[in-house]
């Protein structure tokens, strides 16, 4: 199975491409956890531990996602994504 990552910036169409290509492919796709995290809590500033904790759970939601996938699995996100927020918001990369 491939992983296939779509990045890029909020509101452009990823989550609405991941679906489409899953459903094409008739395989399974991985949500972004981040939108969950920031949607469930009052958090406006993050930390460097949120974005470690979305990190755990973005792979989690991955693997999950991974055991239903034929052939492909698409990604609303990837890690690359928190490693440019770590990078740009706190100079260094857990």
Request: charged residues 25%.
């Given at each position: ?55 755990k ?22 890690l ?15």
């Amino acid at each position: 199975m491939k992983k296939i990552a779509v990045i890029g910036a909020e509101s452009t169409g990823k989550t609405w491409l991941c679906e489409a290509l899953a459903t094409h492919y008739k395989t399974a796709w991985a949500p972004e956890y981040a939108r969950d995290y920031f949607n469930d809590s009052d958090i406006y500033n993050y930390t460097l531990n949120d974005l470690e904790q979305i990190a755990k759970q973005q792979l989690e939601l991955e693997k999950h996602h991974a055991g239903k996938a034929f052939r492909y699995l698409f990604c609303d996100t990837t890690l690359i994504t928190l490693k440019i927020w770590a990078e740009l918001e706190f100079n260094t990369v857990p």
